[in-house]
Structures are given as structure tokens and as C-alpha cells.
T-cell receptor, first 113, second 115 residues
Framework: AQSVTQLGSHVSVSEGALVLLRCNYS??????LFWYVQYPNQGLQLLLK??????LVKGINGFEAEFKKSETSFHLTKPSAHMSDAAEYFC???????????FGSGTRLSIRP | GAGVSQSPSNKVTEKGKDVELRCDPI?????LYWYRQSLGQGLEFLIY????????KSGLPSDRFSAERTGGSVSTLTIQRTQQEDSAVYLC?????????????FGPGTRLTVL
């Protein structure tokens, strides 16, 4: 079955440290990939998306993600965490234009002062 | 411009009652999605509309759940004979439906509590 897996329901890093949130998809055909962020008491918003134009995708707020077909991964990174990055992050996949978007279970990112 | 709006923002109901949740998508967006987000869970897909038709309703958890969309715009999600396990935040999203890499724009959600 087509699915997306986010490893780690909760990740905690120190302010200024590297942020790494993991996402793996299950498919032999590369899907279309997205990262969404949900700040406390706010709706979900798009952080970045993979459109096959480039494997390294840059998003808002200094985040980026790299598509690695060999590893079926699309991990999200940020070199230096800010307190304002504390939120829930969701990886999502879509396999065709006529299909639903499948979301991962989410990773809650906490930032330690 | 106006984003996706949902009403009500909060709904408390008694077990066994019917509820209707409304979604107003961004004007011109042909695709509309409903999701459910339970406490500590990810987003569970419920149904997808393309225009007024629903090519994928595979996520509706039971026949107590139904949804419709009229005029290619407003959508209503109806839950009949609500159960406590229906308590969740129900999210609606819309997109221009211009292809596989469409961005979905989410509404603020309706928090449903079934007592």
C-alpha cells in the first residue's frame, strides 16, 4: 500500500542546532512530496514541495528538503533552529493528479532555549 | 484575498445527534478535501471533490459520514448519529487542481466534541 512514514513523533533540539525531520515514502514510482507545518492554534500551511525540477527544495523560514530516490526519502532540515520553529510538521505524498494526498502522522518539533 | 473558511469553529454535541460542518473554499478552486485530525494523530483523509463530484470517498469511516458539494463551491460534511470516537478536528482544504504538485490551502478547522 502507498504510504508515508515519519520517524519520530516528537523531536527536541536546542536553539541554534540542526533540525532533521525524517520522511520516507513507500513506492517504486516517485511520488509528489510536500511538507506542511502547523503552528500552535493555527491551520496547516505549505512549507515546501518537490516538483521534480530539483532534488534539493528550499522552502519558507530557512527549511529545505532533499529528495533521494535511492532511499525513498524526503527529509526536512534547517541548519539552525529558532524558538519560532516549534510546531507540528507533516510530510505528505501524492501519486497522481487524480489521487488523494496522504499525510504522515506528524512530528512535533520542540526547541530548547 | 480570502482563504478557506470553515464553520462552526467549535461544535459540541450529544451522542446520537447529527451534525453538519461547512467548508467555503477559495474562490475558483476546483478541488476540495476533507480530513480528520484526532488528538495525537496525523491527518486522516476522508473525501476528495473535483468540482461537484467525489472521485475518492475511500476515507469516509462509515455510512454515518457523508459529504456533498454544490455549485463547485461550498461543501458540507454530515455526520449522523454521532459517536464519541467522532470527536476530532475536521479540516477542509482546497486547491486549484492544476496538477500533481498542487498546493492545498487549509481552513482553520472545526473542533467537534461528542459528549
Amino acid at each position: 500500500a502507498q504510504s508515508v512514514t515519519q520517524l519520530g513523533s516528537h523531536v527536541s533540539v536546542s536553539e541554534g542546532a540542526l533540525v532533521l525531520l525524517r520522511c520516507n515514502y513507500s513506492s517504486s514510482v516517485p511520488p509528489y512530496l510536500f511538507w506542511y507545518v502547523q503552528y500552535p492554534n493555527q491551520g496547516l500551511q505549505l512549507l515546501l514541495k518537490y516538483t521534480s525540477a530539483a532534488t534539493l527544495v528550499k522552502g519558507i523560514n530557512g527549511f529545505e528538503a532533499e529528495f533521494k530516490k535511492s532511499e525513498t526519502s524526503f527529509h526536512l532540515t534547517k541548519p539552525s533552529a529558532h524558538m519560532s520553529d516549534a510546531a507540528e510538521y507533516f510530510c505528505a505524498v501524492r501519486y497522481s493528479s487524480a489521487s488523494k494526498i496522504i499525510f504522515g502522522s506528524g512530528t512535533r518539533l520542540s526547541i530548547r532555549p | 484575498g480570502a482563504g478557506v473558511s470553515q464553520s462552526p469553529s467549535n461544535k459540541v454535541t450529544e451522542k446520537g445527534k447529527d451534525v453538519e460542518l461547512r467548508c467555503d473554499p477559495i474562490s475558483g478552486h476546483t478541488a476540495l478535501y476533507w480530513y480528520r485530525q484526532s488528538l495525537g494523530q496525523g491527518l486522516e483523509f476522508l473525501i476528495y471533490f473535483q468540482g461537484n463530484s467525489a472521485p475518492d470517498k475511500s476515507g469516509l469511516p462509515s455510512d454515518r459520514f457523508s459529504a456533498e458539494r454544490t455549485g463547485g463551491s461550498v461543501s458540507t460534511l454530515t455526520i449522523q448519529r454521532t459517536q464519541q470516537e467522532d470527536s476530532a478536528v475536521y479540516l477542509c482544504a482546497s486547491s486549484p487542481d492544476r496538477g500533481q504538485t498542487d498546493t492545498q490551502y487549509f481552513g482553520p478547522g472545526t473542533r467537534l466534541t461528542v459528549l
